[in-house]
């Protein structure tokens, strides 16, 4: 069973950038790895989706702004957020596929990772 370790979370004006990592306990190179963020009292929304292949996708509220990434030889995925805005507060969780390819709909299928994160805290304040 995959344990999906989050880090990089934190509290930064509007304007600022963060960068989040997530430390795979086993190989992820197979695996479509997604980042998802759930703010209070709203539902969980998919933030980012990135194949075994390197393709991307991005949810609308951060195309433009976030970049998701990732380092099969350790085992990380990363997502680079700038220009980071109050709406973009919430708690940010890894997850990870056991297949390859990303679902056309990942970003609205949570349920299609099998593996999760703890989450990290992402607090902008404008």
């Known amino acids: 069973r995959a344990q999906l370790v989050e880090s990089g979370g934190g509290s930064v004006q509007a304007g600022g950038s963060l960068r989040l990592s997530c430390v795979a306990s086993?190989?992820?190179?197979?695996?479509?790895m997604a980042w998802f963020r759930q703010a209070p009292g709203k539902e969980r929304e998919g933030v980012a989706t990135?194949?075994?292949?390197?393709?991307?996708n991005y949810g609308n509220s951060v195309m433009g702004r976030f970049t998701i990434s990732r380092d099969n030889a350790k085992n990380t995925l990363y997502l680079q957020m700038n220009n980071l805005q109050a709406m973009d507060t919430a708690m940010y969780y890894c997850?990870?596929?056991?297949?390859?390819?990303?679902?056309?709909?990942?970003?609205?299928?949570?349920?299609?990772?099998?593996?999760w994160g703890q989450g990290t805290q992402v607090t902008v304040s404008s």
């Open positions: 997850a990870a596929s056991r297949f390859p390819g990303c679902m056309a709909n990942a970003l609205s299928a949570a349920s299609s990772f099998a593996y």
């Open positions: 086993q190989g992820i190179a197979n695996s479509c």
């Open positions: 990135i194949n075994s292949d390197r393709h991307t």
